[in-house]
């Protein structure tokens, strides 16, 4: 009779071992509040009357961990600290076994999210702990989803290596209702031109592209309207002596400089390789002679197309290479020296075999202005780590300071079956077991797994007046069962007092 109030202070005990635990671990990140459950004892058999039994006390079935959602912090001011807002879980591995390669290390999972960096540039936790990611590519998708393939995560310390040119985009219009700047039979297209002087050209913009060395360059068009044909002209072959068709002449600077096409994409495109000689003995690049393009607008606005629009241009960068185009006026012309080379308007030094084609998409429609709408480049320039931060997709993101944004990892995430079979190690973490099946890699913002909040972290899920009412019930019972003790030990005084 004297187990049963004492399996109940047992009982009782371990309420107040795992309530207190509880309240211990309220401002513990990550932290799961653990729940102690309890089962009555019977001992029956085949003589023992149902009717009658009274038990023989409480057994402690199991202390179970409760894996609701905590609240999250807010804003912590540190872009290394996550929060997980679902199911999943961080994937660690100890440092003593798993470092930068592709060894396998002992795997630990944890919903403290408090990260920062050692002296290697990993992430780590406070005890030093790698925090896993998976590989990606430029676009931040994952090239290999397994827990087992995980690796520690660096952030870089370098600077960004610069990327050169190799491609540019105009998207602009022409204005249609732009004067003509000579006269269509003036033999010279761009006789008057001069790049100093804006009444000589219709229009110019700017865009900048970047050198092997992440030097940012400058990038002019120029657009002079050449002139419009009569509504009566003579129907030709060539688009350009076509009733009501537009010429315009483009040519192109850098720097300052101007540089030559090379080529236009091939026989049948819709634009034409011209050669402009300055001869005004006004302009400053008199006597200069200029390799340019002419375009063709229809009564549509769009140029008169040959199946090849928008335009691709090719900027020639190699010393002494040949003025060579297609549909050129001049065909077979050869420049012979490197003056308008594009490696040569950037200032010598650079990758002489840089490559810069030129998309132009242009119209001409019913408008006394010209509008550009985008200008975009592949290239940038040489840029230093200013940031690094977190998204929703765990994917963590290096930011320089040219503007650049890189994914350097994701981070890797784990879900689990029966996540209350988990075994605790400690440090808010765990490690699987028969129970709990075996690791799921998991994605954040994929499935159950959840979403990664940065800057933010997970509060404990334990509520203080919860627990302090669970204390008062431990303690009552306590007190209650070693009553009930007391008294059964009072009664058998009683039966040894009879004489």
Do not use: C
């Amino acid at each position: 009779m004297f187990n049963t109030s004492i399996s109940g202070i047992r009982g009782s005990q371990k309420y107040l071992d795992t309530t207190s635990n509880n309240i211990a671990n309220a401002n513990s990140y990550g932290f799961k509040k653990s729940r102690a459950e309890f089962a009555d004892i019977y001992a029956n058999s085949v003589f023992t009357s149902a009717k009658t039994a009274t038990g023989m006390g409480v057994t402690t079935t199991t202390v179970a961990q409760q894996f609701t959602q905590g609240s999250l912090s807010g804003d912590t001011g540190n872009n290394l600290d996550m929060a997980i807002s679902g199911n999943g879980f961080f994937v660690l591995a100890n440092a003593e076994n798993y470092s930068t390669t592709s060894e396998v290390g002992d795997r630990s999972y944890t919903r403290n999210g408090a990260f920062e960096l050692n002296k290697d540039g990993f992430i780590v936790t406070a005890m030093g702990d790698y925090l896993q990611g998976y590989d990606v590519d430029k676009d931040g998708n994952v090239t290999n989803l397994d827990i087992m393939s995980t690796h520690a995560i660096k952030i870089p310390s370098d600077t960004g290596a610069p990327k050169m040119s190799s491609r540019a985009e105009l998207i602009a219009n022409l204005p249609a209702k732009a004067e003509s700047l000579k006269p269509k039979d003036q033999a010279n297209a761009m006789y008057l031109f001069d790049p100093k002087d804006s009444s000589t050209y219709t229009a110019a913009t700017s865009q900048t592209i970047y050198d092997s060395l992440g030097g940012a360059h400058t990038l002019t068009y120029y657009f002079q309207k050449d002139h419009t044909n009569p509504s009566d002209e003579t129907t030709s072959t060539d688009k350009r002596d076509t009733p009501d068709a537009t010429v315009w002449n483009v040519v192109m600077y850098v720097d300052g400089n101007p540089v030559d096409i090379s080529n236009l994409g091939g026989t049948g495109s819709n634009v034409n390789a011209v050669e402009f000689t300055v001869g005004n003995a006004a302009s400053s690049i008199a006597g200069k002679k200029l390799y340019g393009v002419q375009l063709v607008f229809g009564s549509t606005g769009a140029v008169e197309d040959n199946g090849q629009f928008p335009a691709t241009l090719h900027l020639v960068n190699i010393s002494n290479a040949p003025y060579s185009v297609d549909n050129a006026i001049n065909a077979g012309h050869n420049r012979g020296d490197n003056e308008y080379t594009l490696s040569s308007a950037m200032g010598g030094g650079v990758d002489k075999t840089q490559d810069l084609v030129i998309t132009m998409d242009l119209t001409q429609y019913g408008s006394s202005k010209f509008s550009v709408t985008n200008v975009s480049t592949d290239g940038y320039a040489t840029g230093i780590l200013e940031n690094v931060e977190v998204d929703d997709n765990g994917i963590i993101l290096a930011a320089y300071t040219n503007g650049r944004t890189e994914p350097i990892s994701k981070v890797a995430m784990a879900t689990f079956a029966n996540p209350q079979g988990l075994i605790k190690i400690g440090d808010t973490q765990w490690k699987q077991s028969i129970n709990s099946g075996e690791a799921s890699a998991a994605q954040a913002n994929v499935g159950m797994a959840g979403a990664i909040k940065g800057a933010n972290l997970e509060l404990s899920n334990v509520e203080l007046a919860s627990e302090l009412v669970d204390l008062l019930i431990a303690q009552r019972t306590y007190q209650a069962n070693a009553q009930a003790l007391q008294t059964q030990n009072t009664a058998m005084d009683s039966i040894l007092s009879i004489r």
